[in-house]
């Protein structure tokens, strides 16, 4: 489980956040949605250690990591994408997912040099589940250049490339920015899938409907405070989001 408890964070004079918990568990996808300036990002990096929050605790399976930076998290598991696509827009597709796997290979550098052949056997492991993810996320040709791909694909690029850190829990800043339905299905169908397989995701979306369609459970904020949270049963029918947000009598 990764939680976030009562998390308050001000800059300057504003309250970004203003007491606010949210959690996530293995195998469930959450959501985090309201409008510009709600604190999205700002919970967002206190889960990922960008930001150091004033009060409140960050926590994954009991042990406090609210004051652990970025990488420390990543090897415990806990993989975040970008808002702008990081890949080197030179190289091949195959090649940047491949770059996700040093996340958990770093550790083993001396036994790298220590035993080669082991190392080749593990390339060649990596090269399939590289080319493996390239076809759970419909990307093409694994020898295309990054540069090549279309934005949308660049993104599901950057989630693929991700998972192949190992991640336990998988943090999403706006992964569906600029995508067409088609691709905000293909990326729907993919985080399921992974899902399925136990990873936790949580994800920031402007899109109340494909967070409401994607998601196990939804924190809707607003002026850094918690409006509602739930399950998107519960989200669909609370009263002051039907009202300033989703509008009379939308299902
Ligand atoms: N580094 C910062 N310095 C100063 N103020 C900040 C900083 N980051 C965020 N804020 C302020 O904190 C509040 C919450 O911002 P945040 O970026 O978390 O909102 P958001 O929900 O992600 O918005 P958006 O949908 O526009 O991305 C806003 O008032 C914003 O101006
Ligand atoms: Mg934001």
Redesign the pocket.
Known sequence: MLSARGIAVA??G?K?LDVVDVEVGPGSIVGMV??????????FNCLTGVVSPDAGTVELDGKDITRWPTERRARVGIGRTFQTARADPNSTVCDAIMTGFTVSTRQCMLGAFLSSPGVRAEEKQFKARALALVDTFDLGNPDALVGELPAPHRRLLEVARTLAGDAKYLLLDEPAAGMDSLDRQILSKVLRQVADRGIGIVL?E?NFGFVLSLCDEVTV?AS?KVVAQGTPEHIREHPEIVRVYLGQGTP
């Open positions: 800059f300057g504003v970004a309201g409008p510009n300036g709600a604190g999205k990002s700002t919970l920031v402007h904020l850094g």
